[in-house]
């Protein structure tokens, strides 16, 4: 199994995912500005849609998109109770999550990675996070954990997508419980393996 990634990108949550539950992996670095892979190839014969993260399994075969992947890994591993249990209310709030994650955090920063991005772009997109981010730090508030007091691949896909707020000048310690969140999974010995791995740490 290969995970294609880039450092500091959204790649990092399945990169902590894998870690946490035992699976081994290759990871193969992707630089985005290029769309080249370490040792040189074209990472558009990986994902045509050229971003990270991809899951490439034995057979060759590749599955993309974060909250999908998440979901894979846990599945792979039940005994790790990354996931809740299918078709139970907390699953469907996992992927509630994800995709709170993926369409409203992830999506509003990508703009802040151009440099051309209007100055009159900005300031709408930074309120638009910030309600976001006032939504999530409320949820979070008195729980230790996305889905209360359980680690989740959720949780992983928070800090991952947490740790990019700088790209739009943001600060996650102006919302207590995102930091403390974002403190709280930095700890992990997973979440620092990867970020060693990464060149983070």
Request: aromatic share 8%.
């Amino acid at each position: 199994m290969k995970l294609y990634y880039s450092p500091g990108a959204c790649s990092l949550a399945p990169h902590i995912v894998l870690r946490e539950a035992g699976i081994e992996a290759e990871l193969v670095r992707v630089d985005l500005a290029t769309r080249t892979i370490a040792g040189g190839g074209d990472f558009a014969t990986v994902n045509p849609r050229g971003y990270v993260p991809v899951l490439e399994q034995p057979n060759g075969e590749h599955l993309s998109e974060g909250a999908a992947i998440l979901q894979y890994l846990a599945d792979l591993a039940p005994q790790c109770a990354l996931a809740p249990s299918h078709l139970s209310m907390e699953r469907y709030r996992l992927q509630e999550w994800l995709s709170f994650c993926a369409s409203e955090l992830l999506k509003t920063l990508g703009p802040f990675f151009n440099p051309a991005l209007p100055d009159s772009m900005r300031q709408g997109l930074i309120e638009r996070l910030m309600a976001r981010l006032n939504w999530a730090d409320a949820q979070l508030t008195g729980h230790d954990f996305v889905l209360g007091e359980r680690f989740s691949v959720a949780d992983a896909y928070l800090f991952a997508v947490l740790g990019m707020l700088r790209v739009a000048g943001l600060n996650v310690a102006d919302w207590p419980a995102l930091a403390a969140h974002s403190a709280r999974m930095a700890s992990r010995p997973a979440v620092q393996a990867a970020l060693r791995a990464e060149g983070l740490a």
